[in-house]
């Protein structure tokens, strides 16, 4: 029996020698002299692996950076999105650069499209992917732009900042959207928007991306712009462009006036994180002045902090 | 009017489900269940029964509590599971032996990977082979067929309480084929079932019934039990042409043991068999090999169980490198 | 009879419910306002050629296909032209279509409205091509891919038989069952010409069994035709996709990934050949085709000739309204048609038939985990595994896909109707197939 025993000890030490020894000259022999400012810059980045700089993985992104450091002296156009600045900066000091500052974005869902504003026409009986349905039909509310409400969006977000609606069917995005873009890729209708998240998040934005005349698009949601040009006209900062019956809102341009907000006459247009409106104009639609107090007021839920989706009220408060 | 449905094609969908597949096999392993009642009397029904409900039990539990997700016990999985394993342990195996196999089967072989249709291996076999490790000498020691009416004294004294296939493997120790074959049973009995035995290995009869049943219905395809006994046939035919003192002939293999049964009941399980036809034809056949080398070289004197388990293990692989056909040589544009 | 031919791989069975066999084909009466979309075909859409305010005629050309593979579309009605707006279409996506408020039913002149049988052939070979696609001939069997694109064997190749698929083999349709009782004259003299427009001496009319009075019927006409034979089929289902009719009749297996051609053999629906006949030997376009309206509770479910362009709710309450228990409404067959949302969209070119399904069949079975039982591996057609084709959809591995073939499938649906666990494997097949296509394509530009 001990005989076996220091054998075995005997010959299983050996193997691990012999396999240690060989390791160590493969290594060696295999050993890619590798810029150490890699590993440095590596350290630096928040580790997603998200995909949100346009490389497959950090490490690649890192590799991306030094390079274009030792080759061109700068790391334009290279950016971290999910560590923002203070990760850029970061970076920027490892290679002895300097970066300008960046305003961080977020991603915005422009799609008011709820049950309640777009009501169900038809029911969907399928596997709940985006994708699929878009190649399938318009929607269930008809609009063939609209969101489709199955969450490819949410699956692919890493960062656990984007949720369902259960009561709207719409997604809305939480402060932890780190603007990588991943659901911006994954929405088969382009809904979703990386804008900028704006002084203390106030931003504002059209909540729609239907293209048809006015009358298609009103008929199958209340909520649709129809590019009926009265926004365009009230922006002071040419902010805001009409193409294909629907306006967009350039968040370079956008001060925050505010001014476009009240005269869309479908309240397609968004503000989000603004203090309530002392004196409110009239408005032709009554609905528009039920939903306006409500904005602020679930803002201000959001604000404090992770209230699940689940607990948001309908209307036009996904950010 | 309620609102119309949107869905892509087909519209319509067959008759076939879950739940038909899985009854319709249940109902294939009525005629043996019966005989092993027949043949082992209430103690069979006792290991039926408590074998099946353990398994129903322990699904809904896992079910129900761990899983937290809808509960599908009565879509005949666990059940056939449950049968299964009784069919695959002796008569007077102790209670709670059968439960434990029973958790086993289910909790660690089926649920712990998700539930049907995700488990790589068949549950009822895993339960069969923890049992046997585990508790050896209970699981090997078979009572003699005691009938439920009368007595039967078929069933020569020499062999004890072992089964042709153990009596065999350790009589050769000392004594040739022809020797031992004349102390044991005819075939005959072999075939309807007067031998000891696990429950359902028995009777071959029976069995066949079922799996004729089965393939009437199109649960299973013949590729795998046809690829199995086949290979089985010619493997140990040809060992017995060489040399007739040291091996039985083909037919003993194939009315003895678990052959049958795992054939038909247990190799064909389609969770854990390969989907392409060729995929299960070589699986049948590495069973079919795998089950003589074991009886006649390994340790055990049955090798079904084992075999089937090991060739589980090789679906994956077997479903990668034998695809079905494609419709048209394929012509990949470079 | 002898044992009957048909394809070997795969295929299933599903209930026929021909409920609207027995019934004649019926002219439907004209809509009052006509929704004509520009681009009812496989490929690029038309171009407009008129105009709002513009009155037209019957048979008038209304759109140009201008890109290869794209075909005419002439006005099935007369009338003025209200606009030309985004209209549904099957899916529920808005197209551009043109809006016509149909007044009277003229007709331009040069086409032959009477029923009498012309069995000469004037036209040369090429006149014949010529024709065909001046007149927006396409494919009628559903897929709608330009006729004349397929008369065209490309260099190289040669076509040495042509297949006139009878098959009608998804469940609930008559449209094609019925043209060959009423029609059989008209098809044969299309037949003859489309064989002449191919340049073959040999064409083969497949039938299944379960249409013993076309397979008579057309039988007995065919013996007055030269190198035509009827060629009944055993009754399996997708027996009307073009390369299992072809393995059906001539035994030849088209290549994974090529066309027909690539075997020597063409195939056009018997629907296509009538439509054939009449432009190449009436002038007349592709205006109107044979319509099926059927369902379990629809009250007279019926066969009509539908002018392209009337909405489907007229069809509907021709055939006795929208039944109260309906739960989905079907522009095609069970098997592979589309769900309609709305009974606006009008019948184009494409449409075989409307089915309406009982809101007790409209809901698809629960779907729960694959028990790997390789059903859907059996009744596929194509040779593929359905089950692994799904999951590789599911988990976005696209190149996968494509290595398994996903683009051969020629989505039947026979692996999801046989599926004993409801899943949805043809959804995340077509899936797959889109989003491998786009990266092929996308490989192509590069
Ligand atoms: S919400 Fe979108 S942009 Fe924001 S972290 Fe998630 S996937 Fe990225
Ligand atoms: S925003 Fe786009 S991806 Fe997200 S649920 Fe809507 S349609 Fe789907
Ligand atoms: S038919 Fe359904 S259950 Fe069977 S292998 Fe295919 S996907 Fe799985
Ligand atoms: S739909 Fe595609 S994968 Fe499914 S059976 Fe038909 S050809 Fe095969």
Same mark, same amino acid.
């Given at each position: 029996m001990n005989d076996v025993m220091i054998f075995s000890v005997i010959s299983l030490g050996a193997i691990g020698i012999a396999a240690a020894v060989i390791l160590y000259f493969v290594a060696q022999k295999f050993k890619v002299i590798e810029d150490p400012k890699i590993d440095e810059v590596e350290e630096a980045l928040p580790a997603a692996n998200c995909g949100g700089c346009g490389f497959p993985g950090c490490r690649n992104f890192a590799e991306a950076t030094v390079k274009s450091a030792n080759e061109s002296k700068h790391i334009e156009g290279l950016n971290c999105p999910v560590g923002g600045n203070d990760v850029m900066t970061t970076v920027a000091a490892i290679l002895g650069l300097e970066v300008e500052e960046s305003k961080p974005l977020i991603a915005v869902i422009r799609c008011n499209g709820s049950r309640e504003n777009s009501p169900q026409k038809v029911e969907y009986d399928g596997p709940a992917t985006c994708a699929f349905a878009h190649n399938l039909y318009s929607g269930e509310g008809g609009c063939q732009y609209g969101c489709l409400g199955l969450g490819d969006c949410v699956a692919a977000c890493q960062f656990d900042a984007i949720h369902m609606d259960p009561v709207t069917g719409l997604p809305v995005v939480n402060d932890k959207c780190v603007a990588c873009g991943a659901c911006v890729k994954a929405c088969p209708r382009d809904i979703i928007e990386l804008r900028f998240k704006g002084p203390k998040d106030k931003r504002i934005f059209v909540s729609c991306v239907n293209k048809e005349r006015g009358g298609p698009a009103k008929k199958n949601c209340?909520?649709?712009?129809?590019?009926?040009g009265l926004c365009e006209k009230e922006c002071k900062f040419d902010a805001i462009t009409i193409i294909n019956n629907l306006a967009y809102i350039d968040y370079e341009k956008c001060?925050?006036?505010?001014?476009c907000v009240p005269v869309c006459p479908t309240n397609a247009i968004h503000e989000l994180h603004f203090p309530p409106k002392k004196e409110k104009p009239v408005k032709p639609e009554a609905a528009v002045k039920e939903e306006k107090p409500e904005l602020p007021a679930s803002k201000e839920e959001t604000d404090k902090g992770g209230v699940p989706p689940e607990d948001a009220k309908p209307g036009n408060q996904q950010a | 009017m309620s609102m119309l449905t949107v869905s892509g094609s087909p519209h319509v969908h067959g008759d076939s489900s879950v739940k038909k597949i899985m009854y319709t096999v249940v109902i294939a392993m009525v005629p043996a269940m019966l005989v092993s009642v027949y043949f082992f009397g209430l103690d069979a029904l006792r290991v039926l029964v408590i074998s099946s409900l353990s398994c129903l039990f322990f699904e809904w539990l896992i079910q129900k509590y761990l899983i937290k997700g809808p509960v599908t016990i009565f879509d005949g999985s666990a059940l056939i599971t449950g049968i299964l394993l009784a069919f695959n342990v002796p008569s007077n195996l102790p209670t709670w032996i059968i439960i434990v196999g029973a958790f086993v089967a289910i909790g660690m072989a089926k649920m712990s990977f998700g539930g049907l249709g995700k488990n790589p291996f068949n549950p009822a076999l895993v339960g069969r082979i923890f049992l046997l490790i585990s508790f050896p000498v209970q699981m090997t020691s078979w009572p003699e067929p005691k009938m439920l009416f009368g007595s039967m004294a078929s069933q020569p004294d020499a062999m004890g309480g072992a089964t042709p296939l153990g009596f065999l493997k350790e009589g050769l120790k000392n004594s040739t084929v022809p020797e031992l074959m004349s102390k044991m049973p005819d075939l005959m009995m072999d075939f309807i079932g007067f031998i000891g035995g696990s429950l359902g290995e028995v009777s071959v009869v029976a069995l066949l019934l079922g799996a004729i049943y089965m393939l009437i219905k199109k649960v299973i395809t013949w590729q795998i039990p046809f690829a199995y006994i086949g290979s089985v046939v010619v493997f140990t035919g040809i060992l017995w042409l060489i040399d007739p003192d040291m091996y039985v002939d083909p037919l003993f293999h194939l009315l003895t043991g678990g052959l049958i049964l795992g054939a038909f009941f247990m190799a064909t399980d389609m969770v854990s068999s390969p989907i392409s036809p060729w995929g299960q034809i070589v699986f049948g056949i590495g069973c079919g090999v795998i089950t003589i080398l074991i009886r006649i070289w390994g340790a055990y004197p049955e090798g079904v169980s084992f075999a089937i388990l090991i060739m589980n293990a090789f679906t994956p692989l077997l479903n990668r490198w034998l695809k079905p056909k494609l419709f048209g040589e394929t012509i990949k544009a470079a | 009879m002898g044992i009957l031919k048909t394809f070997s791989l795969g295929g299933v069975h599903p209930p026929e419910n021909k409920l609207s066999a027995d019934q004649a084909i019926e002219v439907l009466p004209l809509p009052k306002q006509a929704f004509i979309p520009l681009n009812q075909n496989l490929g690029a859409p038309g171009v407009a050629q008129v105009q709002k305010g513009d009155v037209i005629k019957v048979g008038q050309l209304l759109a140009k296909g201008e890109a290869f593979i794209s075909s005419n579309v002439h006005s099935p009605v007369s009338g003025k032209v209200l606009k030309i707006d985004n209209v549904m279409d099957p899916s529920g996506y808005r197209r551009p279509a043109v809006v016509v408020n149909v007044d009277g039913d003229e007709w331009v002149d #040069?086409?032959?409205?009477?029923?009498t049988l012309v069995k000469e052939i004037k036209l040369s070979q090429k006149e014949i091509v010529e024709k065909i696609h001046q007149l927006g001939i396409v494919g009628l069997g559903g897929a709608t891919f330009p006729s004349h694109v397929k008369l065209m064997v490309p260099e190289g190749k040669t076509a040495d038989v042509l297949i006139i698929n009878g098959v009608e083999c998804e469940p609930y349709l008559t449209a094609d069952h019925r043209l060959m009782i009423e029609k059989g004259d008209e098809i044969l003299v299309g037949t003859t010409i489309l064989m002449k427009g191919l340049g073959v001496e040999r064409a083969i009319i497949g039938i299944e069994n379960n249409k013993p009075d076309a397979i008579k019927n057309m039988t007995e006409l065919a013996g007055k035709f030269k190198g035509i034979e009827v060629c009944p089929l055993k009754v399996k289902?997708?027996?009307? #996709?073009e390369k299992q009719l072809i393995k059906a009749t001539i035994r030849r297996e088209v290549p994974s990934g090529k066309l027909p051609i690539e075997v020597g053999a063409v195939v056009n629906n018997v629907g296509t050949a009538f439509a054939v006949y009449q432009a190449v030997q009436k002038n007349k376009p592709l205006i109107e085709r044979v319509v099926t309206i059927t369902g379990k509770s629809v009250a007279k479910p019926g066969n009509f000739m539908v002018r392209i362009g009337t909405p489907i709710r007229e069809l509907i309450e021709k055939a006795g309204g929208l039944p109260e228990d309906s739960g989905k409404m079907i522009g095609g067959g069970p098997m592979m048609g589309k769900a309609l949302l709305s009974m606006d969209t009008p019948v184009v070119k494409g449409s075989s038939g409307i089915l309406i399904l009982r809101e007790s069949e409209s809901k698809r079975v629960d779907v729960k985990n694959c028990i790997r039982c390789a059903r859907c591996v059996s009744v596929c057609p194509m040779g593929l595994e359905a089950v692994l084709l799904a999951q590789l959809a599911e988990m976005e591995m696209w190149e996968e896909s494509e290595q398994e073939n996903v683009m051969d499938c020629i989505e039947c649906g026979s692996c999801h109707y046989t599926c004993p666990s409801g899943r949805p494997l043809l959804d995340y097949i077509r899936l797959g197939k889109s989003k491998v296509g786009q990266i092929i394509r996308n490989r192509g530009k590069k």
């Open positions: 209340a909520v649709a712009c129809i590019g009926c001060k925050l006036c505010r001014k | - | #040069g086409i032959d409205r009477t029923d289902y997708p027996q009307g #996709g």
